[in-house]
């Protein structure tokens, strides 16, 4: 019995087989209360969700809501939230990008340019994910929090679950709660681990000879006789030298610790809860030490209750620091250096090309140092009063502080020796700063009302947030063991700061309407403030209305196998005010130089008054079903969410001082449709073995469904009504010419050359569908979990766009299967252009290459894939055995992510693109608790 | 019921709550320290002088029309010069289009600039915080720069929009106003620029009286008004305190025959891409053409210490600017020169051709050819020979210096002439004016493109 998830590459339509086997009932699925350790029947449609401000049962819910509990979240030790939430949440699509940031998609792109990153909220209260970024990496703030703190995340999808978050909800919103403590014995658990990391990934390029061939080849095709300006590769290394760029430069085995400590109790009044961690990691990059990355995680909570248990506070604080360090190579970019340049010079320092000012040895970012410490501090109180039966009082305060620093020094062994160098040495220094302060007092109300129970909430919100950066840079050190003093730097450069203020105010109110059990209706309306836009354009107002039938509770409902059914649907408005503060007004700045000492101020923007928020209605119908007395539950959810109003950097013709405006496209709309279906399942359950499996998808569709008058508007070429906001323009390649081995592409409006206008829209990049497939064997005390993630993205840039050298190129080394099958005089009929020494317009065949071909449909490949992401093997030993020693609990485990993917992919890795691709990792380590 | 009472009761609450919340109180938020209001900083006198002193640190330093493009591009599309690289080839060749990607450099940088003036000539006009003559005199500076612009852009452009306001709803669809219009506006902002400009010799670094009266001296020879072209011309080669200098110290910090320069931003400027002279720097850029080299005559000081070989290259470059790169430390002795006073000669010399004033005008060119070493020319020449004499000594004089070569031959006339006898070139007629940019027609439909270069859909 399996769940053997079967799909077709599909370009539109959402082909997918899903081969499901029988299920076989056995017994009623329950699961271990981590707080309490007790036993409980926790039919998993009866568990409670968040939905904002309050909480309901899950078989009373009206809204789309996934959630990922703390059992799921543990098999990651050490992960940060986000990669562990990978290919777990249908309509959530997660991607880590090349500077170590995150791009988070949530049911598709609602927006042209306006950040389509969901809304956090932690403990309550909104946690900034507005990625800090620096001089070098973008930083998620979200990544000092590790999974293990946290005892459950929800994701709220549709109009009904997110409305209720108003402005802020467009892209849905992501609730994260911490662990909390409860009444019982004290337990401290404690969790050690050790592993190791790599990237296991390469590709298969030319070795020396081979390459010395190639060159050789080019030359002689472009008739230049080789000299050592443009030949050194041939002529001063030959076959003299030999490095592996790929081990030198990716083939680190970094070393990666863990560690945590936590500790739970209370009574009936009085519970907390608190913990530490520790996790560091090394870099496939170069060779150094094992802390290029280290976290550290601090955090406590406590709940109290008066005795007659009107009384309830909940305080928690989170406290992470994160310190990153690297040398700022990008080691994609020069794995391609031949093979046959040397790594050192005779003495055995890093090799350069006397008297050759253009040339660059990878290896002098050995002689780059930049660091990033990013500190997060959260903390959260939240108080509750019971002023009558059935009304309560609450107000949730919170507070966010992140603060990072950077630093990054250039030494002088990163400058080529023989070029005119207008510095020595530099170094850089920046600090950011985000506070934000939240407080919103709400009144809850619940009653029974004719025959159902009514729920009331009315709310306010009243958020301030400010950012502060600054960052500057300075050059020539005396000494390079100067570089954290900038004071000794004789030249100061560039100093810049920025600063932002927002405030955001609303007030918001839910009716809840239950009868008996089987009809639920739910209206939100909220009216939200923001201090992003002018004064007359600040408030707006968001809704939605939603609706439950649980149908398998009516009499007539009579299939045995079904033992849960509901019907759901919802519609409502949400909006995205996720711009940067102040662009409503027109502001003067200060010039970079100042001229004859007086710095200028000018006007560097143009403001529309009038600009104002995104605004999103989603509609959502779906079916949960629950079968064979719940051991296997199902929801499949459609949804069709239109944007307008967008948020567009308005293009304005030049006469007007300015290149755009920033403004709202009115009438332009953009549709994200989609499938998602979510099963989980118990699919064996005996004395001695349990297999439960969960298995998503996600199919998705972006339309940009209006445009008046397109075909007349700066976005002419770059969108076309009826398809995907991320169409790609691009020459259409139609193959090698025989004879000169020229690339060539179609000249579409016939005029003879090959100029922009030749351009077609070819295809989209866009996720097509994506998911994951986890499954848990428990055989007595071993447990064996295997996570399998697929992601569908048959077009996406490849190896093409990363490397924009013609075959041939000085320098640059090429994978076998390129440079076996490109084009020469004995080889007419190859599959890829010719060889070249130059992209100059004087050579047509590398003109060719890097100016049509590299910017053809040929640059683009099926980024599509499957991965096994995470395989872990537990074992429990008994507690016949660890008792003896007073352990309640103690496993051992060993874990390996990213084992194996199965891609078409053409570079380097479907996920990250052209970057560094992720590593597989070896993790063993124990877990006890007394 | 008690629990509906309460319940409407609630309701009734957060109706009410929704009104009172729109107060917007909740929402005021202060201004970014990194930035100001228009208000505040035209309500205080220090904050205005910056304001000012954007117009010499935007355009001098960030906007490249007034350091650079104009000589980039113009060298290499007339006879001057040839280059190397593959993005200037459409120049070379004098082959560009609609949708040469870098066919609207100036024209996006020209009218930034212009934007610039418009908003200071207007928040100027506003203000009380400076006294009257103050605000004479920095009007007259931002108007000196939209005139420089304009001038650049009619230039390249022909035709073009006339923006005076600063509301973009107005300016965004302007069609092209005549050449002619646009030499009136110019000729009109350096008369009031002149109006409220210092008389000063020594602030050659800022734009002075005498530097507008040089550059509308220059406009009115461009828009054929030869006796006011003469007057202006002599009034600053008699009344500027300004002389000629022995050709190696023409481009120093001292020189005497400077109107106006852009001052060595040594302290400031990251790495020192850009300095006095870029364009004559860039060897590759500006290989000097043989037409260049052979219109020399034997003996032309110009061509020994002006061009030559360097670093043993096989073709000759612009020698103008020698000063090599330094170290950040020292100071530098060159500045970006961009009125000099040999130009007002050549002017006065042309205007007065034109009027007849033959033996004058070959005085006024005898004045340059001295200083190149070279012999007098006899005075015997007719008015079409004087003219020559002039365009030519135009040529050798200010060869990488802004577009003057290319500027000159269009207003005279003459570039179908020496243009298409040029064999690496496909000189065609209408090459002459650049073609409006794609994007611009595209985001403008009240603009119509150049003549020649047909109707972009």
């Known amino acids: 019995m399996a769940n053997i998830p079967l799909f077709f590459k599909t370009r539109k339509g959402f082909l997918l087989f899903l081969v499901l086997s029988s299920f076989t009932p056995f017994s009623i699925h329950a699961t271990v209360n981590e707080k309490t ?67 988070i998609q949530f049911r598709g792109q609602n927006s042209l340019v306006v950040d389509n990153t969901p809304l956090f909220i932690v403990d309550g209260a909104v946690f900034p994910v507005r990625f800090l970024s620096g001089s070098g990496a973008k ?31 467009a892209n849905g919103v992501v609730m994260i709660t911490t662990k909390k403590g409860s009444a019982g014995k004290t337990r401290v658990s404690a969790e050690g681990s050790v592993g190791f990391s790599r990237v296991t990934k390469r590709i298969d390029l030319l070795n020396v000879d081979e390459y010395l061939n190639i060159r050789q080849k080019a030359l002689n095709l472009d008739g230049i006789t080789p000299t050592e300006a443009n030949a050194y590769d041939l002529l001063l290394w030959g076959n003299k030298y030999k490095t592996d760029w790929q081990k030198e430069l990716l083939g680190n085995t970094a070393r990666v610790y863990q560690g945590q400590l936590s500790v739970a109790g209370g009574n009936d009044y009085t519970s907390f809860s608190c913990g530490l961690g520790y996790y560091q990691t090394g870099l496939a990059i170069f060779d150094d030490n094992d802390d290029k990355y ?42 391609v250096t031949a093979p046959n340049q040397p790594l050192y010079d005779d003495k055995g320092s890093v090799y350069w090309i006397p008297d050759n000012s253009d040339f660059y040895n990878p290896l002098r970012f050995k002689s780059v140092y930049t660091e990033n410490i990013l500190n997060n501090i959260l903390g959260n109180l939240s108080l509750r009063y019971e002023i009558l039966t059935g009304l309560q009082a609450k107000i949730d305060l919170g507070y966010t502080k992140t603060f990072s620093n950077e630093f990054g020094s250039y ?22 700063n985000s506070e934000v302060l939240s407080v919103e007092p709400q009144f809850n109300y619940s009653c029974i009302f004719g025959k159902g129970r009514l729920t009331a909430l009315l709310g306010f919100t009243w958020q301030s947030a400010e950012t502060e950066k600054s960052e500057f840079s300075v050059q020539d050190f005396p000494s390079e063991a100067l570089f954290r003093d900038p004071a000794s730097a004789s030249v100061k450069n560039t100093i810049e700061s920025s600063f932002g203020q927002y405030k955001y105010a609303s007030v918001f109110s839910r009716l809840t309407y239950d009868f008996r059990n089987k009809y639920v209706i739910n209206g939100i309306i909220r009216r939200d403030g923001s201090s992003r836009f002018a004064a007359g354009n600040q408030y707006g107002t968001f809704w939605s209305i939603g609706g439950a039938w649980l149908f398998s509770r009516e009499k007539f409902f009579n299939i045995p196998f079904v033992s849960f059914a509901k019907l759901r649907g919802s519609y409502g408005a949400t909006g995205n005010d996720q711009v940067g503060d102040f662009l409503f007004l027109e502001t003067y700045t200060s010039t970079s130089y100042a001229y004859d000492e007086t710095t200028g101020l000018y006007q560097d923007l143009l403001a529309d008054p009038a600009f104002s928020w995104e605004v999103t209605k989603k509609a959502e119908l779906a079916l949960d079903l629950g079968f064979f007395k719940d051991k296997l539950i199902a ?92 169409l790609v323009r691009a020459y259409k390649y139609l193959g090698v010419d025989r004879e000169t081995g020229v690339p060539l592409v179609q000249d579409t409006n016939g005029d003879g050359s090959i100029t922009t206008d030749d351009k077609i829209f070819t295809d989209e990049t866009d996720t097509r569908f994506y998911g994951g497939l986890f499954n848990t064997f428990k055989y007595k005390g071993f447990v064996l979990d295997v996570a399998i993630t697929f992601v569908n993205q048959p077009y996406r840039l490849g190896w093409l766009n990363n490397y924009p050298y013609p075959v041939g190129y000085i320098n640059k080394n090429v994978p076998r299967e390129l440079a076996m099958n490109s084009w020469t005089p004995e080889n007419p009929d190859a599959k890829y252009p010719g060889l070249a ?94 | 019921m008690i629990q509906q009472k309460t319940f409407i009761n609630i309701t009734l609450a957060a109706i009410l709550s929704c009104t009172i919340l729109s107060c917007d109180d909740l929402l005021d938020i202060n201004l970014p320290s990194d930035q100001l209001t228009v208000e505040t900083v035209f309500t205080d006198s220090a904050t205005v002088e910056s304001a000012v002193g954007a117009l010499y640190s935007q355009n001098f330093y960030m906007n490249p029309i007034y350091y650079y493009y104009p000589a980039y591009f113009a060298t290499v599309m007339s006879d001057e010069a040839k280059h190397d690289v593959v993005s200037l080839e459409v120049y070379n060749q004098n082959s560009y289009e609609a949708t040469t990607s870098s066919i609207g450099n100036i024209w996006e940088y020209a009218y930034q600039s212009i934007f610039l003036s418009n908003t200071l000539i207007r928040r100027l006009q506003e203000t009380t915080a400076i006294s009257e003559e103050r605000k004479k005199q920095f009007i007259g500076a ?26 973009y709803k107005k300016t965004m669809t302007l069609p092209r106003e005549s050449m002619a219009v646009i030499y009136e506006q110019i000729i009109a902002d350096l008369k009031d620029a002149e109006n409220g400009l210092v008389k000063s010799t020594n602030e050659t670094n800022k734009i002075t009286f005498h530097a507008a009266s040089a550059l509308l001296a220059r406009a009115y020879l461009y828009a054929e008004k030869w006796t006011e072209a003469e007057t202006k011309a002599n009034e600053v080669i008699t009344g500027g305190g300004f002389q000629l200098e022995t050709l190696d110290r023409v481009f120093l910090r001292s020189s005497k025959e400077t109107i106006l320069k852009i001052q060595d931003w040594r302290t400031s400027y990251i790495g020192r891409t850009y300095w006095g002279g870029y364009v004559c720097r860039l060897a590759n850029y500006n290989r000097l053409r043989d037409n260049l080299l052979n219109a020399f005559d034997e003996g032309d000081g110009r061509k020994t210490q002006w061009t030559g070989s360097i670093s043993g290259r096989e073709y000759n470059q612009c020698l103008k600017y020698v000063q090599t790169r330094t170290p950040l430390n020292t100071e530098l002795s060159e500045d970006h020169v961009m009125l000099r006073l040999a130009e007002q000669y050549l002017i006065r010399a042309e205007a007065r051709a034109q009027q007849g004033k033959l033996s004058d005008a070959i005085d006024d060119l005898n004045a340059i050819r001295k200083r190149a070493s070279l012999s007098p020319l006899s005075n015997i020449l007719s008015k079409e020979e004087v003219l020559l004499a002039v365009e030519k000594e135009r040529q050798v004089e200010f060869f990488s210096e802004e577009a003057h070569r290319w500027w000159d031959l269009k207003r005279t006339g003459r570039i179908d002439a020496v243009l298409s006898r040029i064999k690496d070139k496909q000189w065609e007629s209408h090459k002459a004016i650049w073609p409006i940019p794609e994007k611009e027609l595209n985001y403008n439909p009240n603009l119509t493109p150049s003549p020649g270069y047909g109707k972009i859909n």
Do not use: C
Request: net charge neutral; proline share 4%; aromatic share 10%.
């Open chain 1, 837 to 930: 020494t130059s992209y100059a317009a004087t050579s047509e065949r590398g003109y060719a290459y890097v100016y049509h071909y590299r910017q053809s449909d040929a640059a683009y490949s099926d980024a599509s894939y499957i991965r096994l992401q995470n395989v872990g093997l537990t074992y429990m030993i008994p507690s016949k055995i660890s008792g003896k020693v007073g352990i309640q609990n103690l496993r051992v485990y060993a874990k390996v992510q990213n084992l194996l993917t199965i891609t078409g992919y053409d570079s380097w890795d479907p996920q990250t693109g052209n970057a560094v691709p992720p590593t597989q990792t070896f993790i063993f380590g124990a877990k006890l608790s007394f």
């Open chain 1, 635 to 726: 929801a499949i959810s459609l949804f069709d969410n239109r944007s307008n109003n967008l948020i567009v950097p308005y293009p304005l013709p030049s006469q007007t001082g300015f290149a755009s405006l920033r403004t709202n496209l009115n009438e332009a709309k953009i549709q994200n449709r989609g499938l998602e279906i979510e099963l989980s399942s118990t699919n064996i359950s005996t004395k001695d073995f349990k297999w439960t499996s969960s298995f998503n998808i996600s199919f998705l569709d972006n339309n940009l469904l209006e445009y008046p008058n397109l075909e007349n508007s700066p976005y002419a070429t770059s969108y076309e009504i009826g398809r995907s906001i991320n």
């Open chain 1, 37 to 103: 350790g007790k036993k409980k029947k926790a039919i998993p449609v009866e568990e409670t969700v968040s939905i904002g401000y309050g909480e309901t049962l899950r078989s009373l819910s009206t809204s789309s809501i996934t959630s990922v509990n703390t059992d799921n979240l543990e098999k990651m030790p050490g992960e940060t939230v986000l990669s562990s939430l990978q290919g777990r949440v249908a309509g959530l699509l997660i991607n880590e990008n090349e500077e170590g940031g995150v791009n």
């Open chain 1, 294 to 335: 280290k976290r550290i995680n601090a955090r406590m909570s406590i709940n109290h209750q008066s005795a007659n248990k009107r009384f309830n506070l909940v305080m928690s604080t989170l406290y992470s620091s994160v310190k990153t360090v690297t040398t700022g190579l990008s080691p994609q970019s020069y794995i």
């Open chain 1, 139 to 169: 930083l998620n703030p979200l990544s000092g929090v590790q999974s293990t703190d946290i005892e459950k995340i929800e994701i709220l999808k549709d109009a009904d679950a997110t409305a209720i978050y108003g402005a802020k909800a």
């Open chain 1, 411 to 432: 030494g002088n062994g990163y400058l080529n020796p023989y070029a005119n160098n207008s510095y020595k040495n530099q170094a850089y220094y920046g600090d950011s």
């Open chain 2, 142 to 167: 931002a108007k000196y720069f939209r005139a420089y612009s304009f001038f650049v852009l009619i230039n390249f452009y022909g035709d073009v929009p006339l923006p005076l306001d600063i509301d």
